[in-house]
């Protein structure tokens, strides 16, 4: 299929409903800005990501039509400080600023002059507000990975298809010329019929892998006094939102502008689903581009056979190793594999060669050989020769090029020419959805009506991957999936456990309803 900015097709019903519609849905409830008027962003959440990685890019964005004017968060101490950065930001440029600090989201969607929302909370909170912000008639980005649960991934597809509004999820690295290049050359067959793909993601020397962990209330024991004591400028109550009660915790809530990123959160089952929802969102998000699976999913998980993990905090859970099969249109399988992370982040195998590809990293060989091995493995990460493959381009060095301002050289920049020009990917038959920022392509679409390069639906079907690789961990178990239905099959074995695609229950009625 050949896809571009104009003919970008969705694959569910949902998502098909919404590219037909989007020209005259997406008008309905949109601000008319006066002559000169910028389109009002709301920041939600100034934790770390929305404070260093997502505000300053919203921010660039007013000479293209887009102006921060709201920062929320239920932390006071954070919005304050992000009110503050944004009105020293336009101060410097003499742009006139008066950026509110609110601590309610709902207060938020209520205020008709936001036209548009940034969503960089915890992920329990992702697919509410999402979904709460489409029906008040807001276009929102939301940082990956979209929901917290399959359920609520189903229901931020099903939202934005009802209520026709742009949507961008932050998988930022399918605005990244490695990464587009590496699924350029992946789907126009150039490295023969596809077979296996890594995703990596975990600290392999610390065992520290996929799942995310049992309950926990603190980071450890002996600090439970200090890191409990009270916090009056978060409302706790509003940042657990519909998860579970517990005790404040400034491991999941750093007290202040902290500038780490918490992990704690990340990895307990009441908020997130562990380096799955982390970096495996990431690179879950380029397999899936490069398999051509937008629209798509695995039909079978296959549980992990590596030894369970003898780390307390982990419940005994395995922590790499599970598999998924995906089912190609001719009828042979892609199998799928979580491996730790290492030199690359997803690493495509077909019958005719090679492509492996990070941030800053992509290599080609061309070749042959049976089906991947840990020693094939090891020797691509430390591009080593492999017997019947042979390098086409290499670029390893920490060169981001032009993804980021940590740029060291011009090697992946010479390197992403080379495999151009050989592969003649400008003229390829097959033409991936080209965006040069992912907060640019969000603002553009804004006023173009266009459809992201992420909307709901690639969004929704990445955040499905992690669920059920947290699943097949969390339950050690394998299992049957319909990607049409995005649900168990009859039969299921995973019915029959009586495990559940969606929350427990919300807690204070934070259910997300379409």
Known sequence: MNLNRRGFLFGSAAATALAATAQNCCKVGTRKLAAGEKANVAMIGLGIQGRTALLPQ????????????????????????????????????????ACKAVAD???????????MVCIATPDHWHAYIAVEAMKAGKDVYCEKPLTFSIDEARKVIAAQAKYGRVFQTGSM???????RTAAMIVRN????DLKYVDANYGRGGQKLGGPSHPIRFFDDPKNAEKESAPNPNVD???WLGPAKWRAYSDQLAPRGVNKFYPMFWRFDDDFGTGYNGDWG?????????????????????????????????????????????????????????????????????GTKGVVAVNRGKIAVWEGTIDKPTPEIRKALADMQPVAGLKVVAASVGKDYGTDSSDKKDDRLTATLKTLSEKYQLETAKVQLYKSPNQVQNFVECYFS??????????GGRGSILCGLCNMSYVYDTGFAWDPVKMDFPEGCSCRKMGISLKREFCRNGWEVVV
Not at 289 to 306: R, T
Not at 312 to 327: A, E, P, V, W
């Open 236 to 238: 706790w109550d509003m």
């Open 105 to 115: 989201f709902r207060d938020v969607l209520k205020d008709p002059m936001i036209d």
């Open 281 to 349: 969102a990431h690179h879950l998000d380029i397999a899936q581009w490069g398999m051509d699976m937008d629209k798509s999913g695995p039909y079978k998980i296959i549980c992990s056979d590596e030894p369970y993990s003898t780390d307390l905090y982990h419940g005994g859970r395995r922590q790499f190793g599970m598999k998924m099969l995906f089912k190609k249109p001719d009828g042979s399988d892609i199998e799928l594999y979580h491996g730790p992370f290492g030199t690359w982040g997803t690493v495509f195998y």
């Open 449 to 458: 009506r266009m459809p992201t390069i992420s909307p709901a639906e690639v």
């Open 173 to 179: 690295q399918r605005s990244w010329p490695v990464f």
């Open 189 to 192: 067959g150039l490295i023969g």
């Open 58 to 97: 919203f921010l660039a964005q007013y000479d293209i039509g887009a102006k921060v004017t709201v920062c929320c968060d239920c932390d006071k101490d954070r919005r304050e400080d992000g009110a503050k950065r944004v009105n020293d930001f336009y101060a410097k440029k003499g742009i006139p600023s």
